[in-house]
């Protein structure tokens, strides 16, 4: 079985910031996944073209299964952005952003975990510079499918973390108690913005693939995991660049 996390950036290519469905079709192609997790996903956006990226993608793949789940509904445009937390009660065709899963298997069901940010604006410093600036954290959210795989029933989390160390570790023990009544196989992918170290502290899990994802082109850091629990056995992973993307999608093959 073949596993896969990818933060795909919107479709956009890093280098001049244009969107290209072509370059998600193929990238989505090469990683030949059964099962697969994006995370920065539009749907409905003007900068993507009004494409619905999950339905790209689950086409690319050969997805009997897939549902996209909004963090951030509205539209993000030249002027500006006019974000708000998504619900879970947005209108089908709403502009939003968000994460996705998709199966090449049969889903048996799912479960949406919402993940509050920082309340309040919070100070960064960014590219060296002396000054912090105060930037506001986004809300988050994390989905849950029972998928009925070749080797059993085995439960798998999409997740996308938020950037604020301190506080990523708070939102990922919400995630892993979401799960405390599942039994069996568990697998928990996502663009974590933790390393390894954290993310197996945190989860109690293991990690199916160890490799540098971030930046895309001289990757310094693993933001980007795929833990495993419950008898799963990985037998090897990898990094990929791919057209897209800041980041390498990374795979394993599990047991």
Request: proline fraction near 7%; aromatic fraction near 6%; charged fraction near 20%.
């Amino acid at each position: 079985m073949r596993f896969a996390t990818f933060n795909i950036l919107n479709g956009r290519v890093p280098t001049d910031q244009h969107v290209t469905l072509d370059g998600l079709t193929e990238s989505v192609k090469r990683l030949d996944a059964d099962v697969l997790a994006l995370q920065e996903v539009d749907h409905n956006q003007h900068r993507s073209e009004n494409a619905d990226l999950t339905a790209i993608a689950a086409e690319a793949m050969g997805a009997v299964e897939h549902r996209f789940v909004a963090a951030l509904s509205g539209s993000h445009g030249a002027t500006g952005a006019t974000w708000v937390a998504a619900t879970g009660e947005e209108h089908p065709d709403a502009a939003a952003y968000g994460i996705a899963l998709l199966s090449r298997w049969p889903v048996h069901g799912w479960q949406v975990v919402r993940l509050p940010p920082v309340p309040l604006p919070v100070p960064m410093r960014f590219g060296g510079r002396l000054r912090p600036y105060l930037v506001r954290d986004e809300p988050r959210v994390a989905v849950v499918a029972t998928i009925e795989t070749p080797c059993g029933v085995v439960t798998v989390v999409n997740t996308h973390l938020s950037f604020l160390r301190w506080w990523n570790g708070r939102q990922l023990r919400r995630v892993v108690a979401s799960l405390v009544e599942r039994s069996g196989p568990v697998v928990l992918m996502g663009d974590l913005n933790m390393g390894p170290e954290q993310a197996v502290r945190l989860t109690g899990l293991q990690p199916a693939a160890s490799a540098l994802t971030f930046p895309v082109h001289e990757p310094t850091e693993q933001l980007d995991h795929i833990l495993v629990g419950g008898g799963l056995v990985a037998s090897g992973g990898e990094a990929m660049a791919l057209p897209i993307s800041d980041h390498r999608a990374l795979t394993a093959d599990l047991t």
